[in-house]
C-alpha cells in the first residue's frame, strides 16, 4: 500500500531529526486508487525509515506487464487499495536506517520490491537493494531486475543452456525476449533464433545479436524453425506468448530439448499435450521469477550481481525502447499492452 502519511502522523522526535528535509515535503508517486481505471500522480508525504530500510531518490522505473495486471486485480498478488505499482527502480540513496551496512547515502542501486517504485522515492529493506558499479548507467541498470533477471534464471537456472546450444525465443522483441538474446547469446554462447510478429522487430532481434528470426505472424512458426535447424530442431525454447505459439515452440523441440513458460502475452494459457514430452524426451518448466527471491535469495541475488557485473564487462547490453514521464504512466500501460513496446519501458521521474 502507498505510503500516504500526513505530517501529523509522524513521530515529533523524526522530523526535528530530518529538518533538513524541510517540513510538509512531499514526493509523487503514481496511485492505483480503483480497479482497471487509470492511474493517477498524487503527492505523498514521505515516512521514516525503519533501522533496516533505506530511502532512495528513484531516477528510472521498469513498467513490466505485471503492473498492468495488478492494476486490473489480473495478477496473482492483490494489494489493497490504494497503491503505488512497480516492481524495479534505480536511483540514488538518500537516507539509511541505523542498522544499514550494505549502502551508504549518495550509492547508486537497483532495487526490487512488491509494489511501490513507481514514485520519486521509494523505501525499502537494505536486502533488496545492489549497487550499481561505475561504467553501468541508471537507465541501464533499471532493465536489469526484471528482463535480465527473468532471462539469466529462464535459461541457466531453469533450462540449463549449454554453449553451442540452440534457444527459441518468442516475443523476441519485447523486454524480456531482447534479454534472453543477449545472455543467450554473449553470456552462456548460445545460439538464438528469434520470434516476433513483425518484420521490424524481426530486424531489431538481428540487429541485437539473434542468428535467425522468424515472424510468427507470417504462418507456421514451427515450420519456419524447421527450414533453418532442420528435423531435429531447437535445445531450447522460452516463451512469453502462450497459446498456439507455446504449442509450435514446443513441437519444434529436439530430442531433450526443454522449454520454459514464462509468460501469456497472447492472452491464451494452453494445455501440454503429454505425448510430445514423451516422444522425444521433452521437458516443460516454468519459471515464476519474483519467487526465487523468496524461496531461493542467494541464488537470486548472485545472479543480479552477475548481471551487473556483466554490464560492467560490457558483454551485455541492455536495451531501453520508450522512456516515460511519471504522468504519462498511462500512456506507457497502453503501449506495453497493445504489444507496440520493444526493448524495456521505462518511467523517468527525473
Ligand atoms: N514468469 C515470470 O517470472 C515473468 C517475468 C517477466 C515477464 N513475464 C511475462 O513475460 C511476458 C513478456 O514480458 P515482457 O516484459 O517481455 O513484455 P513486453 O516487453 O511488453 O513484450 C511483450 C510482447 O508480447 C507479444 N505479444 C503477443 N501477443 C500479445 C498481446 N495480445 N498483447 C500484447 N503483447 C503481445 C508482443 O510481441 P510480438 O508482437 O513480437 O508478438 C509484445 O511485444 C509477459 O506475459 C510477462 O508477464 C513473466
Known amino acids: 500500500m502507498a505510503a500516504i502519511f500526513c505530517r501529523q502522523c509522524l513521530p515529533r522526535a523524526w522530523l526535528c531529526r530530518r529538518a533538513w528535509q524541510g517540513c510538509g515535503r512531499h514526493y509523487r508517486a503514481a496511485i492505483c486508487a480503483e480497479l482497471k481505471k487509470p492511474l493517477t500522480i498524487e503527492d505523498v508525504a514521505p515516512r521514516p525509515v525503519g533501522p533496516h530500510e533505506v530511502r532512495v531518490d528513484v531516477h528510472f522505473c521498469g513498467v513490466n506487464f505485471a503492473d498492468i495486471l495488478v492494476c486490473r486485480g489480473q495478477y496473482q498478488e492483490k494489494p489493497h487499495l490504494p497503491f503505488t505499482p512497480g516492481l524495479e527502480f534505480s536511483g540514488t540513496v538518500l537516507e ?61 537456472h531453469r533450462a540449463h543452456t549449454q554453449p553451442g546450444e540452440v534457444v527459441l525465443v518468442t516475443a523476441a522483441a519485447g523486454a524480456t525476449g531482447l534479454a534472453v538474446i543477449d545472455v543467450a ?16 522487430k524481426c530486424k531489431l532481434v538481428l540487429q541485437r545479436g539473434a542468428q535467425s528470426s522468424v515472424n510468427y505472424n507470417q504462418g507456421s512458426l514451427k515450420d519456419a524453425v524447421r527450414n533453418l535447424v532442420g528435423e531435429g530442431g531447437v535445445n531450447v525454447a522460452i516463451d512469453m506468448v502462450g497459446g498456439d505459439v507455446f504449442l509450435e515452440a ?89 504489444g507496440k513496446s520493444v526493448g524495456k519501458v521505462l518511467l523517468t521521474l527525473k
Open 185 to 200: 547469446t554473449n553470456v552462456l554462447q548460445a545460439k538464438v533464433i528469434a520470434a516476433a510478429g513483425s518484420d521490424e
Open 250 to 338: 514446443l513441437r519444434s523441440l529436439a530430442w531433450e530439448g526443454r522449454i520454459v513458460v514464462v509468460g501469456f502475452a497472447g492472452g491464451n494459457i494452453a494445455s501440454v499435450p503429454a505425448n510430445l514430452l514423451l516422444l522425444k524426451n521433452v521437458s516443460a518448466m516454468g519459471l515464476h521469477y519474483g519467487q526465487y527471491k523468496v524461496t531461493k535469495f542467494h541464488v537470486f541475488s548472485k545472479s543480479l550481481s552477475s548481471l551487473l557485473q556483466y554490464c560492467q564487462q560490457g558483454r551485455i547490453q541492455p536495451y531501453v525502447g520508450m522512456v516515460f514521464k511519471l504522468e504519462e504512466v498511462n500512456d506507457a500501460f497502453l503501449h506495453v499492452i497493445q
Open 96 to 156: 539509511t536506517g541505523t542498522d544499514v551496512s550494505t549502502v551508504k547515502e549518495g550509492d547508486r542501486v537497483i532495487g526490487m520490491r512488491n509494489f511501490n517504485c513507481m514514485a520519486e522515492e521509494c523505501i525499502t529493506d537494505q536486502k533488496n537493494l545492489w549497487q550499481i558499479p561505475e561504467k553501468v548507467s541508471l537507465q541501464e541498470a533499471a532493465v536489469l531486475p526484471i528482463s535480465y533477471g527473468t532471462a539469466i534464471f529462464a535459461l541457466e
